[in-house]
């Protein structure tokens, strides 16, 4: 059998497992949308997640993306990684922008003729290595953002261990008082990895961005 077919057929497994842990969480797997998490995998491997069910491909970096783009023309892609500035004139390329995280990129997002959706990434863990608004200025910027660009929700890598769910908790909350400062819905809250999807899912979870569960964990190499 050839590779790329096993490699379907693995990744189609794996899919099913993941939408047995989300209902196992209490979740229902047709309602929340998988995103797979593309870093550094090859556009072969992008294309056998695509054949086995996949639609969604999270790419960490511009360039990686632009690159893969050609290779693989039916996926729909989501930058899930930071946004710098001197990259935004690449953003339209995307489906959907999850990583937002300042005013002022979502000032130059809307000069843009064709701006994607986004999402606000807030840093609901509270530690200094990881990208997004402290949650205490959560609510006032995304009312801001969403004068400048459509904004569809909310994105978060959760806190760890015990930690995880209350933090997509806060995400969620979030969320919910900006609908209601807003008047209208934001359907996404993209939160929930390989390692903690249950507790996004009993958080509220809309969207996962899901790589090792699927690829197998990143090398040195790779990272």
Do not use: Y
Request: aromatic share 2%.
């Amino acid at each position: 059998m050839p590779e790329a077919e096993l490699d379907v057929q693995a990744i189609a497994e794996r899919v099913r497992q993941v939408r047995r842990r989300v209902e196992m969480a209490g979740g229902d797997p047709d309602a929340i949308e998988i995103v797979a998490a593309t870093k550094r995998q090859p556009p072969a491997i992008c294309r056998a997640a695509l054949a086995a069910g996949l639609t969604a491909l999270g790419e960490n970096r511009v360039q990686e993306a632009l690159a893969k783009m050609p290779e693989v023309p039916d996926a729909s892609w989501h930058l899930i990684g930071n946004l710098q500035s001197n990259k935004v004139k690449h953003a339209s390329r995307f489906q959907l922008l999850q990583s937002l995280d300042s005013l002022r990129l979502a000032e130059a997002l809307g000069q843009l003729s064709a701006a994607p959706p986004g999402l606000l990434q807030v840093n609901v863990a509270r530690e200094p290595q990881k990208h997004g608004v402290l949650p205490e200025v959560a609510v006032a910027t995304a009312v801001a953002m969403a004068e400048l660009i459509e904004l569809r929700g909310f994105m978060a890598m959760g806190a760890g261990g015990a930690l995880a769910q209350p933090s997509f908790q806060e995400l969620r909350r979030l969320r919910d008082e900006t609908e209601q400062r807003l008047g209208r819905p934001l359907p996404v809250l993209s939160m929930g990895m390989s390692g903690d999807l249950e507790a996004a899912v009993r958080a509220g979870s809309t969207m996962l961005r899901l790589g090792a569960v699927f690829f197998g964990p990143r090398s040195l190499e790779q990272r």
